[in-house]
């Protein structure tokens, strides 16, 4: 099994800044992508930004310039850093990761959401 553990959101004015975390662990051979994902009400899960195992990020046109997605791949743990938020930005945001286990499955694993909300 392989398990997402989240922290870092939480209320913020317009203007601030939050960071968040994943951390990945169980039966990891080695991870692939790692990501964040956002979902407002009443709206589609839609990819905020993701790293791939070389470092090189994906970033979405909304949050070009604002958020830095980093990982650290010792710890098996992606990091988000949200500056300049906005109250659009108001959504439970999701950890993503996709890999191989130590059992030779491929893995796609969802964290359980963690808030952000953005008061103007």
């Given at each position: 099994?392989?398990?997402?553990?989240?922290?870092?959101?939480?209320?913020?004015?317009?203007?601030?800044?939050?960071?968040?975390?994943?951390?990945?662990?169980?039966?990891?051979?080695?991870?692939?992508?790692?990501?964040?994902?956002?979902?407002?009400?009443g709206k589609q899960r839609e990819l905020v930004a993701a790293i791939a195992s070389d470092g090189s990020p994906n970033y979405a046109d909304?949050?070009?310039?604002?958020?830095?997605?980093?990982?650290?791949?010792?710890?098996?743990?992606?990091?988000?850093?949200?500056?300049?938020?906005?109250?659009?930005?108001?959504?439970?945001?999701?950890?993503?990761?996709?890999?191989?286990?130590?059992?030779?499955?491929?893995?796609?694993?969802?964290?359980?959401?963690?808030?952000?909300?953005?008061?103007?």
């Amino acid at each position: 099994q392989v398990q997402l553990v989240e922290s870092g959101g939480g209320l913020v004015q317009a203007g601030g800044s939050l960071r968040l975390s994943c951390a990945a662990s169980g039966i990891i051979f080695s991870i692939n992508t790692m990501g964040w994902y956002h979902q407002a009400p009443g709206k589609q899960r839609e990819l905020v930004a993701a790293i791939a195992s070389d470092g090189s990020p994906n970033y979405a046109d909304s949050v070009k310039g604002r958020f830095t997605i980093s990982r650290d791949t010792a710890k098996n743990t992606v990091y988000l850093q949200m500056n300049s938020l906005k109250p659009e930005d108001t959504a439970s945001y999701y950890c993503y990761t996709e890999g191989v286990s130590t059992r030779g499955k491929y893995f796609e694993v969802w964290g359980q959401g963690t808030l952000v909300t953005v008061s103007s």
